[in-house]
C-alpha cells in the first residue's frame, strides 16, 4: 500500500522527536519516498543530516532558506504529496494547526496540505500539557476534519520524569495510522465477522486437543478489512501475535463449541463473514476435574471423542441472499476436490484453498500460498506472498459479492 506513496513527515519540538527516524525508516522499507518539514525546535531533538540521511532529500526547515527547491516548498510539497504526518506534535503546534496559524516550515506546509491530502496527527507533551483545555480543544477541533486522522496520546511514562497520557503513539502505530489513511473506504460501513486462531479442547484442567494455527492469517484479513473502513469483529481462539492498536473488537473464545456461539451472534448483524479459524473438529465427550495421573504399569489412555459443531454449515444454513459467506480449507490431499465440496455443502460464497504440501504456506509461515475459488466457478491461483497481500487479494473481491446478492 505505501510503495510509490510520496509522504511529508512534518516533526515539531518534542523530545519523542528521537523516535521519528524509526519512522521514516519503516516508510522507506514500505516503499514510501518521504521528504522532511520541521520546525527550528525539532532540530534541538534530532539533526538534520540524520533526517536527510534517512530520506534522501533535503529537509525543509526555513522558509526562508537559499537551498530550498522552490521559493514556495510550503506548496509545492502539498502538490507532492500522497499524505502529510506531523510526529510529534506539541500542544504548541496542535494550537496553531486548529486556529490556522503558519509562521514557520512545518505550519506552512500544514495549513496548505490541509484542504487536499490526508493528515495523520501523533500528538505528544507533558500530561499536564495535554489535560490544559486549550489543547484538548485544539485536538477536538482537528479530530473533526474529515481528512485528518488524529491518534491519541498513549500513557505511559514521560521524558519529565512522571507518568500520564501524553507519550506519542511508537511509529508502527503511526505507520498503520499512514496506511490506514491511504487505503480506500470499499467496506464503509459493512460489518464484517472473522474467526481467526486455533480452538483448544480440554481434557483436563492442564491438557487439550488443539492444532499449529497462529491467527496470523485472520488477523491479517481483520487488519485489511478495518483499513478499508469495516466494522470488524474477531471471533478468536488463543493467539499469542503482536497486534497493532486498531479498532476491531475482539471476542476471545476458546472452544469451538464457544466460537461457533459467538460467531453465531455476530452473524447476525453482519453483512459478510470469513471463517478463516482452524476449529477442531472433535472434542473429549468429557473435560475431567483433576490431571488426569499416569498410573503405575499403564500403557495408554483412551479418550471418547465427539463431534464440534461446524461453524460454516451453521451461518451458511442461516444465510440470507445479501450476506457474503467465505471459508478457508487447509488440505492434505485431493485438495481441490474436498474445497469443492466444502463450497457447495455449507453454502459458501467462495472458500480459499491453502495446502501444507506448498512450502511457505499453512500454520505459524509469515507468508501463504492460496487458491480463491468462487461460487460461480471461477478460480484465481495465486503465487506465495505475505498473509497481508493474501488479505487484500481476498478483500479486494467484497465489491463483487456485495453487487451479486443472488449469486446461485
Known sequence: MLRGKHIVVGISGGIAAYKIPELIRLLVKAGAEVRVATTQNALEFVTELTLRTLSGAPVYSDVFAAINHHATEHISLPDWADLMVVAPAT???????????????????????????????????????????ATQQAMHTLAQWENVSLLDCAEGELACGTSGKGRMQEPEVICEAIESALTPKTLSGKRIVITA?????????????????????????????????????????????????????????????????????????????????????????????????????????QLNLITNPDIAATLGSTKRPEQCLIGFALETHDAEQNALHKLESKNLDMIVLNSLQDKGAGFGCNTNKVTLILRDGQKNNLPLMSKQEVAQKIVDLFPYFFRKPNMP
Open 197 to 301: 486462531g486455533p480452538t483448544q479442547e480440554k481434557i483436563d484442567p492442564v491438557r487439550f486437543i488443539s492444532n499449529y494455527s497462529t491467527g496470523k492469517m485472520g488477523y491479517a484479513l481483520a487488519l485489511e478489512c478495518t483499513r478499508r473502513g469495516a466494522e470488524v469483529t474477531v471471533v478468536s481462539g488463543p493467539v499469542h501475535l503482536d497486534l497493532p492498536t486498531t479498532p476491531y473488537t475482539i471476542v476471545p473464545v476458546t472452544s469451538a463449541r464457544e466460537m461457533c456461539e459467538a460467531a453465531k451472534a455476530a452473524w447476525k448483524t453482519a453483512d459478510a463473514a470469513i471463517l478463516c479459524a482452524a476449529v477442531a473438529d472433535f472434542a473429549p465427550d468429557t473435560t475431567a476435574e483433576q490431571k488426569i495421573k499416569k498410573q503405575p504399569g499403564q500403557t495408554g489412555l
Open 91 to 133: 500542544a504548541n503546534v496542535l494550537g496553531k494547526f486548529a486556529a490556522g496559524i503558519a509562521d514557520d516550515a512545518l505550519t506552512t506546509t500544514f495549513c496548505a496540505t490541509a484542504a487536499r491530502r490526508p493528515i495523520v496527527i501523533a500528538p505528544a507533551m507533558n500530561d499536564k500539557m495535554y489535560a490544559c483545555p
